[in-house]
């Protein structure tokens, strides 16, 4: 498989594979096992991807935040999360069907 990054993307991507962030994906999902987007739509659904609420393109500080980091299930996250880290506008419902 190619990899179609830029050298600066391919360099942060990187930072998945420290230690430090395993610890911290870990940390995370064991204080908020659920998915916040399912959550809102009063579904219960297991979070099993930490993804971060503000895109941090290399910002160091950004990546390393913890108030920066979401749990979400892995079907949010490769929807929602990645239009959301593209600038688009997401637009979530609750239970009811109204918009949040």
Not at 19 to 26: A, G, N, S
Not at 50 to 58: E, Y
Request: aromatic share 8%.
């Amino acid at each position: 498989m190619t990899d179609n990054r830029s050298p600066e993307a391919a360099a942060f991507r990187g930072w998945y594979k420290t230690r430090r962030w395993k610890k911290l994906r870990e940390h995370h999902l064991t204080i908020s096992p659920l998915c916040e987007m399912c959550i809102a739509s009063e579904i219960v659904e297991a979070a099993t991807v930490v993804h971060h609420r503000k895109a941090h393109r290399g910002d160091a500080v950004l990546f390393w935040d913890p108030n920066n980091l979401q749990g979400l299930c892995k079907s949010h996250h490769d929807r929602e999360g990645r239009l959301e880290d593209n600038g688009k506008t997401v637009i979530r419902y609750d239970a009811s069907g109204w918009p949040i």
